[in-house]
């Protein structure tokens, strides 16, 4: 019998297999299948991603300006340039477009960068045409808030909003770019900035160029009786210091983020006994800090976008007015754009 009780026995001392050797065994003959693997997020080409910018931007532009014609009865066809701009003309402003929503997008510009270069390029202009030309302050925030967001809306929906702009933890200095007071300090100081410059232009050259260049201008009195703080109205002085905020955003929160580089210690320790002429000359014109290059960087874009987004809408938009014109009120603006950068910048390395 004792055999027949360790028949009996065997099996059932033999212990059952685990539940994790039955989870890891081969389904149908093939490799282990893995249980929980990551799901992948489908990305566009970065061609693609950039037509599709290019299309969703000048969509809204003229769908937007469109719904705007209707709503304010075609206020600015009053000021309207007479002829209306040639298609040569046309293809100038579609261009230049073009050309900065490609800056933008090479750049590695985001949505709230792009928002602070649109408001600077096209704010001279609106500006002009409510404080000069009689139309509504609300009709020429509407077109210049359409096109901020022809802008901002694509890039915020095909790329990320930088880490710089959006205080991402492990950001240098973030603690400086979530300080409020901070960021009411520094754009107070941005937007005085803007005033103090426009107001020295309207008292050095602004009326005259004005009367001059500007054949069919309403008045002049906002540029003639300026005051240091109050620059034709109270709408005035806020755009100024809206401008001045836009400057802050795009120059000084990527400047005061951006880390210190390996080349920034090279920089440092750089012997010009031991260098080359040629890397001595590279090291005078370019030596900079990495901070000190970005904000340079960036000053000159946003001069840029001002001083040739402030001509097209001046020259090529609004009745009578003259190329050369164009140019002088558009210096002004970018005046203030460079001297707001190197405040901006004086404060971000201090």
Request: aromatic fraction near 8%; charged fraction near 10%; charge should be neutral.
């Amino acid at each position: 019998m004792a055999p027949a009780a360790e028949a009996v026995d065997g099996p059932a001392a033999a212990s059952p297999p685990s539940l994790a050797a039955v989870a890891a065994r081969p389904r149908g003959g093939g490799a282990l299948e893995p249980r929980h693997r990551p799901a992948r997020r489908a990305k566009l080409p970065e061609a693609l991603r950039f037509a599709l910018v290019v299309v969703l931007s000048f969509s809204i532009a003229a769908l937007g300006q469109a719904f705007l014609h209707q709503m304010t009865a075609g206020e600015v066809d009053s000021i309207a340039r007479q002829p209306a701009p040639t298609t040569t003309e046309i293809a100038v402003l579609a261009g230049w477009r073009l050309l900065a929503l490609a800056l933008g997008w090479l750049g590695d510009f985001d949505a709230v960068d792009l928002a602070a270069l649109a408001l600077l390029s096209h704010g001279p202009a609106a500006h002009l045409t409510s404080a000069f030309y009689g139309i509504r302050a609300l009709t020429a925030a509407a077109y210049l808030g359409l096109d901020v967001v022809s802008t901002f809306l694509p890039f915020l929906l095909l790329r990320q909003i930088s880490g710089a702009h959006s205080a991402a933890p492990g950001v240098p200095n973030r603690e400086i770019v979530v300080d409020r007071g901070i960021q009411v300090l520094t754009g107070l100081l941005s937007g005085l900035t803007y005033t103090v410059i426009l107001f020295l232009a309207s008292r050095a050259y602004l009326p005259t160029a004005l009367v001059l260049y500007f054949d069919d201008i309403p008045t002049i009195i906002p540029a003639a009786e300026a005051g240091m703080f109050f620059v034709g109205s109270p709408l005035t002085q806020a755009a100024t210091m809206l401008f001045g905020v836009a400057a802050r955003s795009f120059i000084f929160t990527p400047t005061v983020t951006t880390p210190p580089t390996a080349q920034d210690q090279e920089n440092a320790e750089f012997d010009p006994v031991r260098a080359t002429l040629g890397e001595t000359v590279a090291w005078n014109l370019w030596g900079f800090t990495s901070r000190t290059k970005v904000s340079i960087s960036r000053t000159a874009v946003a001069m840029l976008f001002t001083g040739v987004g402030t001509y097209l809408q001046c020259a090529l938009t609004i009745n009578g007015v003259e190329s050369y014109g164009a140019v002088v009120y558009a210096s002004a603006w970018v005046m203030a754009t460079l001297v707001t950068g190197l405040a901006m910048k004086y404060v971000a390395t201090v």
